[in-house]
């Protein structure tokens, strides 16, 4: 399931299997704010569990990470209000790509601060400034 090689799978039951590509959820864990309370290779807040692919299980059936979502919906939807003014909206293949990220070791490797958007780059050099629990801590400044 890792990498930008898996294809749409059609099951029997005419559901859809999207292809999920770790290189997109790299951009969307940053530009969306999920970076904001939780890090990936020492990079973001620290409000959330890291989501180092190194601390995931081998395999992962994806449809539990969204369940551990739903399971914690009410407090992140809350931090999220709190931290970024409003509630983070997915579609279904940004939460599939953000997914293939959080489980992609290798993509995660080219995962830095200069990755973030200067907007969400503010909010975590704010909330440093401000003691108020977030932690940004600065990955190499290396180009995408």
Same mark, same amino acid.
């Given at each position: 399931?890792?990498?930008?090689? +898996?294809?749409? !799978? +059609?099951?029997?039951?005419?559901?859809?299997?999207?292809?999920?590509?770790?290189?997109?959820?790299?951009?969307?864990?940053?530009?969306?704010?999920?970076?904001?309370?939780?890090?990936?290779n020492?990079?973001g807040?620290?409000?959330?569990?890291?989501?180092?692919?190194?601390?995931?299980?081998?395999?992962?059936?994806?449809?539990?990470?969204?369940?551990?979502?739903?399971?914690?919906?009410?407090?992140?939807?809350? +931090?999220?209000r709190?931290?970024l003014g409003?509630?983070?909206?997915?579609?279904?293949?940004?939460?599939?790509?953000?997914?293939a990220?959080?489980?992609?070791?290798?993509?995660?490797?080219?995962?830095?601060?200069?990755?973030?958007?200067?907007?969400?780059?503010?909010l975590?050099?704010?909330?440093?400034?401000?003691?108020?629990g977030?932690?940004?801590? !600065?990955?190499?400044?290396?180009?995408?």
């Open positions: 399931m890792q990498g930008d090689h +898996m294809q749409h !799978r +059609m099951m029997s039951s005419g559901l859809i299997i999207p292809a999920m590509h770790p290189a997109n959820g790299r951009k969307l864990f940053a530009a969306k704010g999920c970076v904001v309370c939780h890090s990936v020492g990079v807040g620290t409000d959330a569990a890291a989501l180092d692919a190194s601390t995931m299980e081998p395999m992962m059936n994806p449809f539990e990470f969204s369940a551990r979502m739903w399971t914690g919906a009410e407090a992140m939807i809350e +931090m999220q709190q931290e409003e509630q983070i909206q997915f579609t279904g293949q940004e939460l599939a790509d953000i997914i990220f959080t489980h992609d070791a290798e993509e995660q490797k080219k995962f830095s601060e200069a990755d973030i958007p200067p907007d969400i780059k503010k975590l050099h704010a909330d440093k400034d401000g003691d108020d977030m932690n940004m801590k !600065r990955g190499s400044e290396t180009a995408k």
